[in-house]
């Protein structure tokens, strides 16, 4: 099997396992048929998508090479009728995912740094290819992006991004490296998986219970500490 045959292959894995997360969500809002190959796809492509178009490289991959959408496509439409026996997966559906995320981080950054794109923006390109398809699975489904609810995940894909860019300023450059970076991302996000490790939140304060008030001592209060109530009130 020569290199660009398993770069494919890998990256073809990657497109399935965030088709099928993107499908379980789209399964989860009991969307239909449609509305769960279209999450599904969205959620594997995505990313990459927007990672073509700001580096000029139209049409994106997506659409230029039909395995992609096709693998896509027929991993969510499999996950629609065969949810209920995934379901017992999921432990290996998470680490499939993480899997994918480091991929496509990793393959994200190279491209916008192939495409001379400065080293900043090649983080952030790199960063978002990864998280692109679950932001976008997100808010098709209407949740909070994981991203956001305290979840090692972009981190994970930034430091896999910022990785792959010193690599690169280093002139580091091989497959041993980039694989050390994919490690980094994979490894990052199953230990914060494990040991629940959040980003930072605001600590904001959650008001009691409200006390219930007792009719007859408000009335006794009022009595007792309305004097002026009581002056305004004639024969008193």
Do not use: C
């Amino acid at each position: 099997m020569t290199t660009s045959t398993a770069l494919l292959l890998a990256d073809l894995l990657g497109v399935a396992v965030f088709a099928a997360s993107g499908a379980s969500a789209a399964v989860v809002k009991r969307l239909d048929l449609f509305g769960v190959v279209f999450v599904g796809f969205v959620a594997a492509l995505g990313g990459g998508i927007f990672r073509d178009l700001v580096i000029n490289e139209v049409p994106p991959l997506a659409f230029a090479d039909w395995r992609y959408a096709v693998t896509a496509a027929v991993t969510a439409a499999a996950v629609f009728w065969l949810h209920p026996q995934l379901a017992r997966l999921r432990p290996a559906v998470l680490i499939l995912d993480a899997a994918g995320l480091a991929l496509f981080t990793v393959t994200g950054t190279l491209k916008a740094l192939d495409a001379d794109v400065p080293p900043v923006g090649a983080v952030l390109i790199g960063m978002l290819s990864g998280i692109g398809g679950g932001l976008a699975r997100d808010l098709l489904t209407g949740e909070i992006p994981v991203m956001f609810r305290r979840e090692i995940y972009a981190v994970a894909a930034l430091a896999g991004a910022i990785v792959v860019v010193t690599l690169d300023f280093a002139g580091v450059t091989g497959p041993l490296p980039l694989v050390g970076a994919m490690v980094l991302v994979l490894g990052l996000r199953l230990v914060a998986l494990r040991r629940r490790w959040s980003a930072p939140i605001p600590m904001v304060p959650v008001p009691g219970p409200r006390r219930r008030s007792d009719p007859d001592t408000e009335r006794g209060d009022a009595v007792a500490g309305g004097g002026d109530e009581g002056a305004r009130r004639p024969g008193v």
